[in-house]
Each structure stands twice: as C-alpha cells, then as structure tokens.
C-alpha cells in the first residue's frame, strides 16, 4: 500500500508543482507587462514635467529646485551627469539619443535634459523589483499545499487498495480450485467494474467446469454400455458360445466406442477459438444430390428440393462440415422420423436455408434448445436400440456457427421435425460463370 500511495502521490506533486510553476510564470509574465507599460507611461510624465520645470531656470539652481519638487513627485528623483552609472553601449547610445532608458540593476529610470551633460534620474521605485522572483513565503505555500494534496490521495486509496486486496484474495482462492468465490464490492466502488468482471468470469468457469464434468459422465456412461457388453460377450465365449456371432458382436461395440471417440473430438476441434472453415464456392444442386444418393442407401429415395429460383446455384460453404451436418440430420430423421425424409434448399436475403423434413413425431419445442448441447438426447432415445450419444446435434450446431449461422429445429409440414439449417452467403448462377 505504502509503495503504491508513494508513487500515486508523488506523481500528483509533480503535476501539481509543474502546472503551478507553468501557470504562476505566465500570469508574473503577463503582469510584469502591463506593470512595466503603466510605469514607463507615469515616468515618462513625470520626466515632462520635471524637464519642463527646469526648461527656463539657469542650471547653477537646478540642485535646489530638484530638492522642492522631490516632496511633490511621486518617485525619488536626482540631476546626475551622464556618466554617473555604468551603463551598455546600447544603453548609453539610446540615452545619449534622447531616450528614456531602465537600468535594471539599480531600478531607475535615465532621460538626458537636451543639450546638456545632465540626466534627470528616477527611482530606485521598490516595486520595480523583478516579480518573477521566488520568496520564501512561495516556497512555504507550494511546500503546504503539496502535503495538503497526500490527504485527497490517501482518502481515495485507502477503499481503493481495500477493494484491491478483496480481489486478490479471491483470485487466489479461485486459483486453487474454488470457483464459488464472488467479489463483493460497494456499488460506489472504483474497482466496481472490475469486480463485476471477476464475477462474471467466476461464474463462467464454474459452469464450464460443471459442464465438463457433466460431459467427462456422459462419456463414461456411453463407454461403459459397449464396454460391458463386450464383456458380457468375452465370458459367452469362454463358456463356449459360438464364436462368429460373439465377435461380430464384439466388432460392433468398437465400432460404437470409436465412433463416440471420433464425434467428440470432432466437437472439441469444432469447439476451439482458433478453428476455421474453409469456405468455398459450392455448386450445390449436384452436391446435394450426390451426398443424397450416398446417405439413402439402403434406404428411401431422399428427394431434393430447389427453392433457390436458380438451377445452379452457387453458394460459399465448407463442404467437408457441411456434408457432415448433413449426414448428422438425415441419420437422426432415419434413426427418429417416420420413413419419409425431404431436403430443401432455399435462399433469401443473403442467407442459405437447408431444411431437412421427416414425418416422426416431431421435438416438442421445450427440449429443442436442449438437444443442441452434447450429450442431451429425448427421454426414450438413450435406451432405444436407435438412440445414439446426443453429439450429432451439437456438431451441427457448432458447424453452422463457423459459418456464421445457426441451426433452428421446428415443427415439418411432414409432422414430424424440421431441421433448419441458415447461413450467410451470396448465390450465384453456376452456368454464368
Ligand atoms: N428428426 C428427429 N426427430 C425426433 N427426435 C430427434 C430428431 N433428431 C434428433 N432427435 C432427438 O434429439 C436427440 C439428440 O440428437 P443428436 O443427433 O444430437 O444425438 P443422437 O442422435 O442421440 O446421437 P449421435 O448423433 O451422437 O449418434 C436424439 O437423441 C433424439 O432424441
Ligand atoms: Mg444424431
């Protein structure tokens, strides 16, 4: 605390010395101006007058009247020979050419009575005394005033290092593992915001802790089925079970813990700030079709509709995610639907929408945000032989956000759930180009 009081208020004195050093030197200066302006105006007069006075008396009685005007003249004044004071060439030529001269040491005024050796001499004046001269009682009063200043500093810092001291001590809790800490600081507090920010990342790291934690279950949980089963499988093989119907058995549950180690770490990737798609310009009809035809193998037909107004339509995605969220939705409305799967493809106002239709029964809509979250499936999916880890979703979700779009899931004109997919793009004409 000390240190840093130290260098708060050091820094304060030296601003304040600085603008008062700078301030009070303009204001003597602009002061010692107009000073010098009426002075020279008032000996200029009174030198008339003096000179004028004289102007018809012989010189053997100037002494004398010089002495009776001097009670009546406002400054001292003295008749002296031109060369009474040492004076600069320049000085002496201006005095000797008829001009008023100050000489600064002394505080005078010199004017030659013409045609004589003589000068009338005015001063010393007191107050010509250089006012940018620093005194004691300056000295005194700026000394005050700086220890004055380290009052307002230590008031302001005294809550100001409370405050800080408070969140250090819970950023070090939170170091060790305590994410539950909260700052707590007054509303008037100059640290308030920081607090709030402290809070709010606090918060943050508890929930993706929680969540972690949530999804490091959901794992476990899922390896543990194929994994029991296998063993399950390897004792019937010991007992002397027909061996080709165990293995192929077997040979199934790793593909199913491959396949749920492939879809995580496909989300993790997906996941990470520093991922890029790689869009490009798609033709999107064919494409379509193409990926179609592979993904209703063994299966129905999935018609293809184009609602782009265009017959080849070029759009900006990453093909290799995007055949992946397409394979992701048709795989869940084959898996959930009802046998009848549609695909649109639509474009407006600078957005892409991709639709995948089935006639199930449908999400109901207070779980649909919840399904886009790993690991979250409906109540039925996750024992059915059908349900699969609840990552499809949220790979199709995190994808369409590295687009820059979303997924949306509503209810088809088929009955069942609409998958729609939305991202930006231009659309052009493939055969224009
Ligand atoms: N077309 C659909 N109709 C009805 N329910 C659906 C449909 N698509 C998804 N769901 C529900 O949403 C849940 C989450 O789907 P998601 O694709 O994320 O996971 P999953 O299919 O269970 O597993 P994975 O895709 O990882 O193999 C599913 O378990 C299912 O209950
Ligand atoms: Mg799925």
Same mark, same amino acid.
């Given at each position: ?79 002296? /020979? ?5 004076? %600069?060439?320049?000085? !002496? @030529?201006? #005095? $000797?050419?008829?001009?008023?001269? &100050? ?109 972690? /934690? ?5 794992? %476990?949980?899922?390896? !543990? @089925?194929? #994994? $029991?089963?296998?063993?399950?499988? &390897? ?199």
């Amino acid at each position: 605390m000390r240190q840093l009081f130290l260098r708060f208020y050091l820094t304060v004195v030296v601003c304040f010395l600085a603008s008062a050093l700078i301030i009070g030197g303009l204001y003597k200066h602009m002061i010692e101006r107009i000073n010098q302006h009426y002075l020279t105006d008032i000996f200029q007069t009174t030198i008339s007058i003096v000179e004028e006075e004289l102007g018809d008396l012989p010189q053997s009685i100037w002494h004398s009247e010089i002495s009776r005007l001097r009670g009546k003249l406002p400054v001292p004044v003295e008749i002296e /020979q031109l060369d009474a004071y040492t004076l %600069s060439p320049g000085n !002496r @030529t201006a #005095l $000797a050419d008829g001009d008023i001269i &100050l000489v600064e040491d002394e505080d005078i005024y010199l004017h030659r009575i013409p045609e004589t050796n003589l000068m009338v001499v005015l001063g010393p004046v007191p107050y010509l005394n250089r006012l940018d001269n620093i005194s004691w009682p300056d000295i005194v009063g700026l000394v005050l005033m700086c220890a004055a200043l380290g009052i307002p500093t230590w008031l302001w810092m005294r809550p100001f290092w409370r405050d800080l001291l408070a969140l250090i001590r819970q950023s070090r809790k939170m170091g060790n593992g305590d994410f539950a800490v909260r700052a707590v600081l007054s509303e008037n507090s100059a640290l308030s915001p920081l607090g709030s920010t402290f809070n709010r990342m606090a918060h943050d790291v508890e929930e993706l802790t929680a969540s972690r /934690q949530q999804m490091i279950d959901a794992i %476990s949980h899922d390896l !543990r @089925t194929p #994994l $029991a089963r296998m063993r399950y499988r &390897l004792e019937a093989l010991k007992a002397g079970a027909p061996a080709e119907a165990q293995t192929a058995g077997m040979e199934r549950d790793l593909e199913a813990i491959d396949q749920l180690v492939e879809e995580w770490l496909t989300l993790r990737k997906l996941e990470r700030s520093q991922f890029k798609l790689e869009l490009q310009p798609m033709e999107m009809q064919p494409w379509l079709e193409r990926q179609l035809g592979e993904l209703a193998v063994g299966g129905v037909a999935i018609p293809l509709e184009n609602a782009t107004g265009l017959r080849a339509p070029l759009m900006e995605a990453d093909s290799y995610y995007l055949s992946r969220v397409l394979s992701n939705t048709i795989s869940n409305a084959k898996r959930y639907g009802g046998g009848r799967i549609e695909v649109s493809l639509g474009w407006h106002d600078g957005v892409a929408t991709l639709n995948v239709d089935d006639n199930g029964p449908g999400i109901p809509e207070s779980e649909r945000e919840r399904l886009l979250q790993p690991f979250e499936r409906l109540e039925g999916s996750r024992n059915r032989s059908t349900g699969g880890y609840g990552l499809g979703l949220a790979i199709v979700a995190m994808v369409m956000r590295g687009h820059g779009g979303d997924i949306r899931i509503e209810d088809s004109p088929l009955g069942g759930a609409r998958i729609a997919l939305h991202w930006p793009t231009s659309l052009k004409d493939a055969n224009r180009i």
